[in-house]
């Protein structure tokens, strides 16, 4: 009984007797698709910056720093980027959600040298966050996922 008290009041007080899964971890493996299909790493990642933080999120330049186009998904209308989360769960980041809200989503183009300045919202209450956006190599089946924001260990 004192070992389920303990263990509650270490989750509840946001303790964890787990080290912090470090930032720029791998994605999960979760993130692999359903028919088992490799892929194939793009040739050159986009350079990510943040440029501002507020209370629940960040803002981050998206720079397309590789001599190819590369494509991302977006709500349509709109000046975003579609996300995957994580969440860390005893020491590791684990799959969470994938943002996309069906009401469409088109596809965007980085031109080489080309960035795009993105606004991204922490929104698990309670539960430290990872936001990842997926890029695709132009005309190729290569394709990344790319660290975009993580909390820091409290």
Not at 79 to 93: A, H, L, P, V
Not at 104 to 115: A, K, W
Not at 127 to 144: A, N
Request: hydrophobic residues 35%.
């Amino acid at each position: 009984m004192r070992f389920l008290l303990l263990g509650l009041i270490v989750q509840f007080a946001g303790c964890s007797h787990y080290p912090p899964a470090a930032g720029d971890s791998p994605p999960d493996e979760g993130w692999q698709p359903a028919s088992g299909a490799i892929i194939e790493e793009i040739d050159t990642l986009p350079s990510v910056t943040v440029v501002q933080r507020n209370d629940r999120g960040v803002v981050v330049v998206i720079k397309n720093i590789g001599l190819v186009p590369i494509e991302y998904g977006a709500r349509n209308g709109g000046d975003s980027i579609t996300m995957y989360r994580e969440i860390e769960q005893q020491g590791k980041w684990t799959v969470d959600t994938y943002e996309w809200c069906g009401m469409g989503c088109e596809l965007r183009i980085l031109e080489p040298g080309q960035s795009k300045k993105v606004s991204l919202e922490f929104t698990l209450p309670h539960k430290r966050e990872r936001l990842l956006g997926s890029f695709t190599q132009s005309g190729t089946d290569k394709q990344s996922l790319v660290v975009l924001a993580f909390e820091p260990s409290q």
